[in-house]
Structures are given as structure tokens and as C-alpha cells.
């Protein structure tokens, strides 16, 4: 946010100043020491925005004189410097950190799906605690202030992303699981697509099941969901880069269902979440394919928004509602 108005003037004058250059009496009126509050305005933000973009102050008269900025200039500008930021961050944290794994999570772009979704339906919303505790997760911090010790005693002040993996609150951790599947197979089902709950996935010597069997036209797709949390000690290792820890799962969920589902004419798809909201490329694919398959269903839109949008939306804010009971 420091950055966005600075970037916003500087873009808004990038665009229009072709039309104010005209009005200019005389090159000496843009520099560095004039007096003239525009001037003045775009140097205070040259100075703030330091970077390999935006270009050199003393050339923007001379970039944006005849050529005003395309449209998205400011998007890309925020992009770049946000991009810069989030390195530098990275940078200061010690490799095998939470803190680590938490920035290289959040950098993926789903995981901050629920904080950029306007609230245009009950389902984009959280309650008040919810999104509190969702908060803290991003900020590293424990769910709740002033709380010290799980009721597990371990320590939240060495650990405080411990809730997330503590044993005792395993029901919570279910819990949320099965709403995210659920949350799945409904808007399958509301795009025309049959989905059959908890199919028979042979593996090896051991039955064993999938969550859910979706029937494409073309193609029948067992799907297998889960949520890890990349700032667990075993996944520290593979989340020093981004979606380390949950594409190191869906291998092991593929190792283990990919072939059977292959002998059965069907195909596999690891849905795999990590806690602060990434979304795992298998499970990507999956929610493009559900939306194309809705397409072809005649079901292009759900409340006036692309099927995938809704649907990655929906899962977002499912994943963030995770509900803490026993913390109450
Ligand atoms: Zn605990």
C-alpha cells in the first residue's frame, strides 16, 4: 500500500502529460529544483519508487512528452516493485525458516485469492474471527492474541503456526478438508458434471479410496484432496521455493493412485492446498479442466462469473474458514 499512490500519480501523469507539455513555457520550469507543484510531485515519487522501472525522472518529459503511457502501466510498474519487495523480504529470512516458507507460499497468486475477491456474495465473506485468525496465519502470528501455549502445551512463542499442525485439533484439520471437497464436487455437480464421493481406488495389496470421481464427457477423473502446511519442519527443506512442499505431495499421491486410476481408463488429480492458500499445478489443472467441462456443458457462468473464477474463489475462502473450536 506505501507504494500505490505514488504509483498511481506517477502513471496518471504518464498518461496525460502529452496534453500538459504543450502548456510548459520552458524545459527549465521541469527541474529538479522547480518550484512548479507537479514537478516537484513526480521527483518526491521518483525518489520513493527507486528502481529498474519507473525510467529516469529527468526522461520522463521526454518518454511521455508525445507517447502517453498504454493502458496497465500502473499494474505492471506495482507488479515489478511488489516482485522487488518480496525478494529483498525473502532475502532477510534464514533458508530453512517458517518465515521462508510462509513468503515463498504466499508469493503463489492463490493464496491471496480471499483478500482480493470484492464480497458480491455471501460466500466471499468471513466471519469476524475467521478472517482474523486467516490474517495472522499471512503475519506468521498465533491465532489468537496474548496466547502463549497450545492446549497441547506446546509453545506458541518458539512455534506460533503450531495450531496448524497440532494432533489435538485434527478434527478441525478434517473438517476443513472435507468442506473443500464438498465445496468441489457441488459446483461440479451445479455445472452438470456427476461426481461419486469416496470411489474405490484400488492400491496395491490395500483398498484404498479417492474423495471423489468426477465424469467428464470424455473421460472419468478420480481427484484426491489435501492441505499441508510448507512451514511444518518436514517440508522446510522443500519450501525454500515456492510450492515446494505441495508439489512434493502431489507426486506421493500420484505415486500412489496415478497408475491404478490409468488401468481403470480413468485419469488422477492431486488437489493439493498448502495452508496459507498456494494451489499445487496438478490442482490447477484440474480446476481448468472442471471449468472447460462446465463450458461444454452449456454452464459458461455461475452468480455472472466464470466458472473457474467462482470456483477457485470458493475454495479460497473454504480453505480460510477453517474453524478453531478448541481454541474458544
Ligand atoms: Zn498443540
Redesign the pocket.
Known amino acids: 500500500m506505501y507504494h500505490v499512490s505514488p504509483v498511481a500519480y506517477w502513471c496518471a501523469l504518464s498518461q496525460y502529460y502529452h496534453l500538459i507539455s504543450p502548456l510548459v513555457p520552458s524545459p527549465d520550469v521541469l527541474l529538479a529544483d522547480s518550484k512548479v507543484p507537479f514537478v516537484q510531485s513526480l521527483y518526491k515519487c521518483h525518489t520513493l519508487l527507486l528502481g529498474p522501472t519507473p525510467p529516469r525522472p529527468e526522461n520522463f518529459f521526454c518518454d511521455f512528452k508525445d507517447t502517453p503511457a498504454a493502458a496497465g502501466y500502473q499494474r505492471k510498474l506495482l507488479l515489478a516493485i511488489n516482485a522487488s519487495r518480496l525478494k529483498t523480504l525473502i532475502s532477510l529470512t534464514d533458508r530453512l525458516s517458517s518465515d521462508r516458507a510462509r513468503f515463498n507460499s504466499l508469493s503463489d497468486k492463490h493464496s491471496s485469492s480471499w483478500l482480493s475477491t470484492p464480497p458480491i456474495s455471501p460466500l466471499f465473506t468471513l466471519p469476524d474471527q475467521s478472517f482474523a485468525i486467516a490474517s495472522r496465519l499471512r503475519l506468521g502470528l498465533p491465532p489468537v492474541e496474548d496466547l502463549k501455549?497450545?492446549?497441547?502445551?506446546?509453545s506458541l512463542i518458539s512455534n506460533p503456526l503450531?495450531?496448524l499442525?497440532?494432533?489435538?485439533?485434527r478434527s478441525s484439520v478434517i473438517s476443513r478438508h472435507d468442506r473443500l471437497f464438498q465445496c468441489l464436487a457441488r459446483v461440479a455437480r451445479l455445472t452438470g458434471t456427476t461426481v461419486e464421493s469416496e470411489p474405490r481406488l484400488a492400491a496395491g495389496d490395500e483398498g484404498s479410496r479417492a474423495d471423489g470421481k468426477f465424469y467428464f464427457t470424455s473421460l472419468s477423473n478420480f481427484v484426491d484432496l489435501c492441505v499441508v502446511h510448507p512451514a511444518a519442519a518436514s517440508y522446510l527443506a522443500l519450501a525454500v521455493k515456492p510450492l515446494g512442499a505441495a508439489s512434493k505431495r502431489e507426486k506421493d499421491k500420484s505415486l500412489l493412485y496415478e497408475r491404478v486410476a490409468q488401468s481403470q481408463g480413468a485419469l488422477f488429480h492431486p488437489v493439493v492446498y498448502e495452508t496459507f492458500g498456494a494451489l499445487g499445478s496438478r490442482g490447477a489443472i484440474f480446476i481448468s479442466r472442471l471449468a472447460d467441462e462446465a463450458i461444454a456443458n452449456g454452464v459458461p457462468m455461475i452468480e455472472d462469473q466464470p466458472v473457474k473464477q467462482f470456483l477457485s474463489r470458493t475454495l479460497s475462502f473454504t480453505l480460510q474458514s477453517m474453524k478453531y473450536r478448541e481454541l474458544n
Open positions: 501455549h497450545c492446549i497441547c502445551s506446546a503450531h495450531f499442525t497440532c494432533n489435538l485439533l
